[in-house]
């Protein structure tokens, strides 16, 4: 089986999601049906069939979140030795040729990825471009707008 690689941070990010609804919204759902039961007719019962629905969807997504972690190679990219080149896990400054723009990403893998956040997937065609990449060298970014062309100025390991 294929490992999907996932930064530490979104890794522990993950756990934590898991045991707040193994600890907390799971009994509290449990509870919510109990509750609902003791109100007597089932077939017209909309809070019971409200919490029933809701208990699938955080079964659903306990599920879920097992799977990820159970398929993914931890990368702590404050350890490995990449010696300046673009890595997983590196957080990368650009500077956009076209526009004289900066941004700054952070390549992830898919679970964890999130552009508000800057953090772009690994599977992006951006983070496909950087990989191997180093300080100083241009790179051209087949996007959906057409192609954009960046300098690498700084390859970070946090």
């Given at each position: 089986?294929?490992?999907?690689?996932?930064?530490?941070?979104?890794?522990?990010?993950?756990?934590?999601?898991?045991?707040?609804?193994?600890?907390?919204?799971?009994?509290?759902?449990?509870?919510?049906?109990?509750?609902?039961?003791?109100?007597?007719?089932?077939?017209e019962n909309a809070e019971y069939h409200a919490a029933r629905e809701q208990q699938g969807l955080i079964e659903a997504r306990i599920k879920h979140i097992e799977g990820v972690l159970s398929h993914s190679q931890i990368i702590?990219?404050?350890?490995?030795?990449?010696?300046?080149?673009?890595?997983?896990?590196?957080?990368?400054?650009?500077?956009?040729?076209?526009?004289?723009?900066?941004?700054?990403?952070?390549?992830?893998?898919?679970?964890?990825?999130?552009?508000?956040?800057?953090?772009?997937?690994?599977?992006?065609?951006?983070?496909?471009?950087?990989?191997?990449?180093?300080?100083?060298?241009?790179?051209?970014?087949?996007?959906?707008?057409?192609?954009?062309?960046?300098?690498?100025?700084?390859?970070?390991?946090?």
């Amino acid at each position: 089986m294929q490992k999907h690689p996932m930064t530490k941070e979104g890794a522990d990010k993950l756990q934590a999601e898991l045991n707040r609804l193994k600890k907390e919204e799971r009994p509290r759902i449990t509870q919510a049906i109990a509750e609902a039961r003791e109100h007597g007719d089932l077939k017209e019962n909309a809070e019971y069939h409200a919490a029933r629905e809701q208990q699938g969807l955080i079964e659903a997504r306990i599920k879920h979140i097992e799977g990820v972690l159970s398929h993914s190679q931890i990368i702590d990219v404050t350890q490995v030795q990449a010696h300046g080149k673009i890595i997983f896990g590196a957080t990368v400054k650009l500077l956009n040729i076209d526009n004289d723009q900066e941004v700054v990403y952070r390549i992830v893998g898919n679970e964890e990825s999130d552009v508000k956040e800057n953090k772009i997937s690994i599977n992006s065609p951006i983070a496909r471009a950087l990989i191997g990449k180093a300080e100083g060298d241009e790179v051209m970014v087949q996007a959906p707008g057409g192609t954009i062309e960046y300098e690498i100025l700084e390859v970070l390991y946090l």
